[in-house]
């Protein structure tokens, strides 16, 4: 099972804001993924990597971008919050060659 | 694309008795399924997972079985209990061996009445 965290757990802020999510895992595991998860619960793919320099867009569309200078740092950055960005975000990561995916607590953000 | 569909949304049980949760697939090339169990205020868990050359698996009180003609899958938590009580995730690999991305289906939230 990987070890794998978020932080912050919850996070309060106001419209405009810069806020970065962070995500690191000790797995060494190459493939990182965040999702975003609606209050109706779906999990949505909003964007992954495959190692280090290595980042691709998801299937939902999101004003956030990532980076991946590490391999066991995955952070998400939102350049000016909105509300519409309200919602709960995920991070998980796998072992290349493998597909299970394990996952994170999650960061609750609120936008007011 | 790969699509999956979850049902049922809801789903409320006796302890004690069986919960069974359902999903279909589209893509004929996924292979890997796994279900993850997702706690108030917690990440997705993976609880089981079985790949398409296996058409059933148990763990303890957990089994899902597979049927690759039909693209369906099923969970099934056999003697419940309270602590069962939570939300659960289907997913379906896309991307061939060791894929790169899973989809998942819509959710279903779990309640087991004492």
């Known amino acids: 099972e990987a070890d794998i965290y978020q932080t912050p757990r919850y996070l309060v802020i106001g419209t405009g804001k810069k806020i970065t999510l962070e995500c690191s895992q000790t797995m060494g595991h190459d493939k990182m993924y965040w999702y975003q998860q609606d209050p109706g619960m779906e999990l949505h793919l909003i964007h992954y990597s495959y190692g280090v320099n290595s980042t691709e867009k998801g299937d939902l569309s999101s004003e956030s971008t990532v980076s991946r200078i590490r391999t066991e740092h995955f952070p998400l950055t939102l350049e000016s919050a909105r509300p519409s960005h309200t919602s709960q975000y995920l991070c998980a990561s796998g072992a290349v060659g493998t597909d299970t995916q394990y996952f994170g607590p999650g960061t609750r953000l609120t936008v007011l | 694309g790969e699509n999956v569909e979850q049902h049922p949304s809801t789903l409320s049980v006796q302890e004690g008795d069986s919960a069974v949760i359902k999903c279909t697939y589209s893509?004929?090339?996924?292979?890997?399924f796994p279900w993850y169990k997702q706690e108030l205020g917690k990440g997705p868990q993976l609880i089981i997972d079985?790949?398409?050359?296996?058409g059933e698996k148990k763990d303890q009180r957990i089994a899902v079985t597979l049927n690759k003609t039909a693209k369906h899958f099923s969970l099934h938590i056999t003697e419940t209990q309270p602590e069962d009580s939570a939300v659960y995730f289907c997913a379906a690999s896309i991307g061939g061996q060791g894929a790169q991305k899973l989809v998942f289906g819509q959710g279903t939230r779990l309640t087991i009445n004492p």
């Open positions: 893509d004929s090339a996924s292979n890997y």
């Open positions: 079985i790949r398409s050359n296996v």
